[in-house]
């Protein structure tokens, strides 16, 4: 099953190698990988590297070490909750600039509007209906209802993902709009006016959808994106002047 590690990276090849072969499903969920010391037999390597790289996959999410007699790496698979957990973290640290989140989205999400006000059944554009009720109550509210305005918002981007069908971008999507939302408490007053463009989008946005006009659904969602973009960037500009001009108010 494994080749002898080499031997001027070993403890990456092991790693490599056993998530390899989970990926590849040479090791499937449930199986239980050779003995440790089948295993450093197999690497010809020592214990310590060994578990070392046992450790790092069981980090990943990949394994489950299982101690006692009838212990051992017991595989775990692949699944979406470790696979976002890099794009999650790389969200909560914001690591990734304003400008380059906005492009992402304007794309995919703009392509995914178009897709849904294709393929939306009849259901579905009443389930978007429903959505584009509860986020007016909270507009009427305004902004002492801001993180529940931004939920429902979430709510319905995430359910024209779905409607396009394409699992790549209902799980790229999900992954970013649980995380975004540093970038909003951040950048993002979200003020009474703000909240109103914001369910006027979702309003033409879902009237596209069910009225069949995909080239219209992509213009308004690329739309939204860029003008909140906007809106966020003038909010950083402006930290940034304030903490270069501490005594400018």
Request: charged letters at 30%.
């Amino acid at each position: 099953m494994f080749r002898k590690a080499t031997q001027s990276r070993v403890f990456q090849d092991v790693v490599y190698q056993i998530q390899e072969a989970i990926l590849d499903g040479t090791l499937k969920a449930g199986e239980r990988l050779p003995s440790e010391r089948d295993m450093v037999e197999m690497f010809k390597t020592s214990r310590g590297t060994l578990r070392e790289a046992l450790r790092v996959l069981e980090q990943k999410g990949l394994i489950e070490i299982k101690l006692g007699v009838a212990g051992g790496a017991l595989v775990k698979g692949v699944n979406s909750e470790q696979m976002s957990e890099s794009l999650a973290l790389l969200l909560r640290a914001q690591k990734v600039s304003l400008d380059h989140l906005a492009e992402f989205r304007e794309g995919v999400e703009g392509h995914v509007t178009a897709l849904a006000a294709e393929r939306a059944s009849e259901t579905e554009v009443q389930q978007l209906k429903e959505l584009l009720q509860e986020a007016h109550q909270y507009c009427k509210l305004g902004m002492s209802h801001r993180n529940d305005f931004i939920r429902v918002d979430e709510k319905l981007h995430m359910a024209l993902a779905r409607i396009s069908g394409n699992v790549v971008y209902i799980f790229v999507l999900q992954t970013v709009h649980e995380n975004i939302h540093r970038y909003y408490d951040r950048y993002l007053a979200m003020s009474d006016e703000e909240i109103r463009e914001n369910y006027q989008d979702l309003s033409d946005i879902v009237g596209a959808v069910e009225e069949g006009r995909p080239a219209d659904a992509r213009a308004i969602a690329e739309g939204h994106v860029r003008r909140f973009n906007h809106y966020m960037k003038s909010r950083e500009e402006s930290l940034v002047q304030t903490t270069s001009n501490p005594g400018k108010r």
